[in-house]
């Protein structure tokens, strides 16, 4: 009679502590990611105003274009955004009825919107270095 010799074949797998070492690795090299690439996000949030500011702007010339000028009742470029922002109805011409509006900007996407923007000349202008830092301009036409 033959007697099979099972000798202990070792399982296939990780271990616990191999596991555990991997994640925390992981762990480590995630967090080192997220702070080389993530910053302060300040670049994300220039890019953003900048998009919502040339969509305000945008926006504006076909209001424009639709016989509402805003520049000439305001003169400040947060404002314009404010009122864009809420919706604008043409109340004549072959758009009336129609409402353009930017939607769901809160004040901090809207005044960083406004520093893109400036009113010169009655006109909406888009600025690409973002120097008014209110939203204001000057009565000079500078920003």
């Known amino acids: 009679m033959k007697i099979a010799n099972h000798s202990q074949v070792p399982a296939a797998g990780f271990s616990l502590i191999e596991m555990l070492m991997v994640v925390s690795l992981l762990g480590i090299m995630t967090s080192l990611a997220i702070a080389w690439?993530?910053?302060?996000?300040?670049?994300?949030?220039?890019?953003?105003?900048?998009?919502?500011?040339?969509?305000?702007?945008?926006?504006?010339?076909?209001?424009?274009?639709?016989?509402?000028?805003?520049?000439?009742?305001?003169?400040?470029?947060?404002?314009?955004?404010?009122?864009?922002?809420?919706?604008?109805?043409?109340?004549?011409?072959?758009?009336?009825?129609?409402?353009?509006?930017?939607?769901?900007?809160?004040?901090?996407?809207?005044?960083?919107?406004?520093?893109?923007?400036?009113?010169?000349n009655g006109r909406i202008l888009y600025e690409v270095s973002g120097k008014s830092a209110s939203g204001e301009t000057n009565p000079s036409g500078e920003i």
């Open 37 to 120: 690439y993530g910053g302060n996000g300040s670049s994300v949030r220039q890019a953003r105003d900048q998009q919502n500011a040339q969509s305000i702007c945008s926006l504006c010339q076909v209001i424009s274009a639709a016989g509402l000028n805003l520049a000439e009742e305001t003169t400040s470029s947060l404002e314009i955004a404010k009122k864009v922002s809420q919706g604008i109805t043409i109340e004549q011409g072959a758009l009336k009825g129609r409402t353009f509006q930017v939607p769901n900007l809160g004040s901090e996407e809207l005044e960083g919107a406004a520093r893109y923007l400036s009113v010169r």
